[in-house]
């Protein structure tokens, strides 16, 4: 049955997206059929930057796994100077695209285990690669195949959308805190500031004699401190920064380039207070319903009480806000200012007392919140999923985000205390962010964080601090 479903899967991804022609298929040597094909130019400049461009026209055969030019334009352009001007990192991340001999997708059908799942050496053989089938398609580590097969005279390519990165923790230095002097500035995010606080207390204990400023002040206020007016030296988000908000950064006296740095994951939890005994789940479309047009729970469910619903929502200000209003209404967020009931706060303990004083009232925030106050408070499914670290990681969860924090290299090489503190935050994250209620990023992420500090620190060659 796993076995017809991944020839299935391969079928459907070898017609969805048809990016090469069947004379390119024909046309010779893996570099010259990415060359015909318009789309991997950044790829095969890093190939000749890093040396290899005679391995890939070598007999072979091999296997690459090709991320396009959208791909790599999600890369940071700082992390992109950085290789093409190392490279032995460039070559470390060139060469985990790649597999010994002739991989087709068929291929794969007697290859996986009970999980959908098999593992290739690649050439950087530190590094295997996980190749997972589901219902969602075929994944290479955390990228999406989106075309299979397409052979040249010495292997064959899989177009994949995201670039693999290795693991570069070999590169992060041991950190002393004892050693690091000058005074660090965060701000942002109300949901990152447990996270930061708990690293930043850490720093302290290990003997940082610096102050360290946590400001929870939302994610958008967080990005205009970093942004619009430079004042703060890390931005704390619970979104993704927005093209308006680089494009601040990028008008400063001094220019930045916001680098993000995923340190968690958070699973956005809806909650009601626990002597609510009528509410255990909802439908993405019930939830909209009672952050918008219900105005009392009988509207949403006849057999709820006929009592009005009283919200607690983050103020417009918050990463927190941005989201649900993305995710539960498209992006528009007038149904939701329009509710009646409506109570906004920027601080999430006003949201969870808030909640906690009435079985009527509802409301969301992080995961973290809601776990210590786990006794007053119930959390509410969605569409039949719990928020767990599971649900959080594999995106079962509807509500499952990402945590970060910003910084640029301008600022970490005039201030090395802050490509210090990121570093330190880095290795030690996951240590310390289940004790605040969060779930760690997956392997992948990681990786990407590490190698984004090591092209942006400045420290990566310094042993340590």
């Not at 093209?243 to 958070?266: S, Y």
């Not at 009392?296 to 009480?305: G, I, L, Q």
Request: glycine share 8%; aromatic share 8%; proline share 5%.
């Amino acid at each position: 049955m796993l076995k017809s479903r991944l020839v299935i899967l391969v079928l459907l991804v070898l017609l969805a997206i048809p990016l090469f022609g069947a004379q390119a298929q024909e046309a010779g040597t893996i570099a010259e059929v990415a060359a015909q094909a318009g789309n991997f130019t950044t790829l095969l400049a890093a190939v000749e930057a890093a040396g290899l461009t005679e391995t890939l026209g070598s007999e072979g055969p091999f296997t690459v796994f090709a991320p396009t030019d959208e791909a790599f334009a999600a890369v940071p352009a700082p992390v992109i100077a950085y290789l093409l001007a190392h490279p032995a990192e460039l070559t470390r991340v060139l060469t985990y695209h790649v597999v010994a001999g002739n991989v087709m997708s068929t291929d794969l059908a007697g290859m996986v285990d009970e999980n959908g799942q098999v593992t290739a050496e690649s050439l950087d053989m530190a590094n295997p690669l996980t190749v997972t089938v589901s219902d969602m398609g075929v994944m290479v580590n955390d990228a999406t195949v989106t075309a299979a097969d397409i052979v040249a005279s010495n292997g064959v390519i899989h177009v994949i959308d995201r670039v693999l990165i290795p693991d570069f923790a070999d590169m992060i230095p041991a950190i002393d805190p004892l050693s690091v002097e000058g005074d660090i500035i965060t701000a942002g995010s109300s949901t990152v500031f447990p996270l930061t606080e708990a690293v930043a207390n850490r720093f302290v204990a290990e003997g940082y004699t610096g102050n360290i400023t946590i400001d929870s002040i939302g994610t958008g206020a967080g990005f205009e401190r970093f942004c619009a007016s430079g004042e703060s030296d890390i931005s704390n988000a619970s979104r993704a920064i927005r093209q308006a908000e680089i494009d601040a950064c990028a008008a400063l006296a001094t220019p930045r380039v916001p680098i993000p740095f995923r340190v968690g994951i958070d699973a956005l939890t809806v909650v009601v207070s626990a002597e609510n005994d009528f509410v255990t789940e909802l439908t993405l479309e019930q939830l909209a319903q009672v952050f918008s047009t219900a105005e009392t729970w009988a509207d949403v469910d006849p057999s709820w009480p006929a009592e009005p619903i009283i919200r607690y929502i983050p103020g417009t200000d918050s990463g927190t806000f941005d989201f649900f209003v993305e995710e539960v209404f498209e992006d528009d967020s007038a149904p939701i200012l329009a509710a009646s009931n409506l109570n906004l706060s920027e601080d999430d303990n006003v949201l969870v007392q808030g909640v906690e004083s009435s079985p009527y009232a509802v409301g969301f925030f992080g995961y973290a919140y809601f776990q210590a106050e786990g006794d007053r408070l119930t959390g509410i499914a969605l569409d039949g999923v719990q928020p767990t670290a599971q649900t959080a990681e594999n995106g079962s969860y509807p509500l499952s985000r990402p945590l970060f924090i910003y910084s640029d290299a301008g600022v970490m090489a005039a201030k090395p205390q802050v490509a210090a503190f990121v570093g330190y935050y880095i290795s030690v994250v996951n240590e310390v962010i289940g004790e605040v209620g969060y779930f760690p990023v997956s392997e992948y992420a990681m990786n990407r964080t590490e190698l984004w500090w090591v092209a942006t620190s400045g420290m990566s060659a310094m042993g340590g601090m």
